[in-house]
C-alpha cells in the first residue's frame, strides 16, 4: 500500500510528442498530442498562460491575536458568479523581481494589505509550482502572511477586477465555505497548508 501512496512529481506519465498554439488572448490554448507507455497517442486541450513558471501566487492572511483572515468576494468570468478567494495574481517578470515581489504587490492591490511575516508554502520538490487544474498549464506558488497591516495606500487594481474585501473572516467560517464549494480551488489549496504550517507551530 504505502508504493502505491507515493507519487514522483518529477516524473512524466506520458511523452510530449507535439504541441501547437490555438488561440492566445488573456489565456493561450493548445493541442498538445502525448504518447502513453502502451502506445496510445491522445490529443489534448491545454490552456494556461504562456509565461515560465511559476505562473502565479496566491496569498493566505492569518491575524495571529483574532484568529481570523481576509478573503475576497470576487467575479468568476468562466462560471458567470461571485466565489470566495484568497488574495491571487500572476508573477510578471516585467513587473516584478521575484514571486514573493507579486505577492506582496497583489495583497496590496487586492486586500489592501501590506507587511506582515511571509512563509513561502511551495514544497521542496515542486520547484516549479503547485499544478493548479488537471488540464491546465499554470503552476503557482503557495504563501502564508501573518500579521499583514492596513495599506494606507495600496496600490491600483487591474481594470478587468471585480472584488470586494472581507476582513477578520473565522477559520470555522472559511472552512464552512471551501465544504459548501464557494472557494476556489488554489485558494482551497492555500488555505490548507497555511492552517496546517499554523497549527504545527501552535498558533490557531
Known amino acids: 500500500m ?4 507515493q507519487l514522483n512529481v518529477q516524473g512524466t506519465a506520458a511523452t510530449v510528442i507535439s504541441e501547437t498554439q490555438l488561440h492566445k488572448r488573456y489565456i493561450s490554448v493548445w493541442n498538445r498530442k502525448t504518447r502513453f507507455d ?3 497517442e491522445i490529443e489534448w486541450d491545454v490552456v494556461g498562460h504562456d509565461t515560465p513558471y511559476p505562473t502565479f501566487v496566491t496569498v493566505f492572511t492569518f491575524d495571529s491575536k483574532k484568529k481570523t483572515t481576509c478573503i475576497l468576494k470576487e ?3 468562466g462560471t458567470n458568479e461571485v466565489k470566495y478567494t484568497c488574495t ?4 510578471d517578470r516585467r513587473k516584478h523581481s521575484s514571486p514573493l515581489e507579486s505577492a506582496e504587490h497583489e495583497l496590496s492591490e487586492e486586500a489592501r494589505l501590506k507587511g506582515g ?3 513561502n508554502m511551495l514544497p521542496d520538490d515542486q520547484p516549479d509550482g503547485i499544478s493548479e487544474l488537471k488540464w491546465g498549464k499554470n503552476r503557482f506558488v503557495p504563501y502564508l502572511c501573518i500579521d499583514p497591516e ?3 495606500q495600496p496600490r491600483a487594481r487591474d481594470n478587468e477586477e471585480w472584488m470586494e474585501v472581507i ?10 465555505f471551501i465544504t459548501t464549494g464557494q472557494v476556489m480551488l488554489p485558494s482551497v489549496q492555500t488555505a490548507w497548508m497555511a492552517l496546517d504550517y499554523l497549527a504545527e507551530h501552535g498558533l490557531l
Not at 491571487?88 to 508573477?91: I, P
Not at 476582513?167 to 464552512?176: G, H, T
Open 88 to 91: 491571487a495574481g500572476s508573477y
Open 2 to 5: 504505502a508504493d502505491k501512496l
Open 75 to 77: 467575479y468568476a468570468q
Open 117 to 119: 511575516k511571509w512563509i
Open 150 to 152: 492596513q495599506d494606507p
Open 38 to 40: 502502451d502506445g496510445r
Open 167 to 176: 476582513n477578520d473572516v473565522p477559520i470555522a467560517d472559511l472552512k464552512r
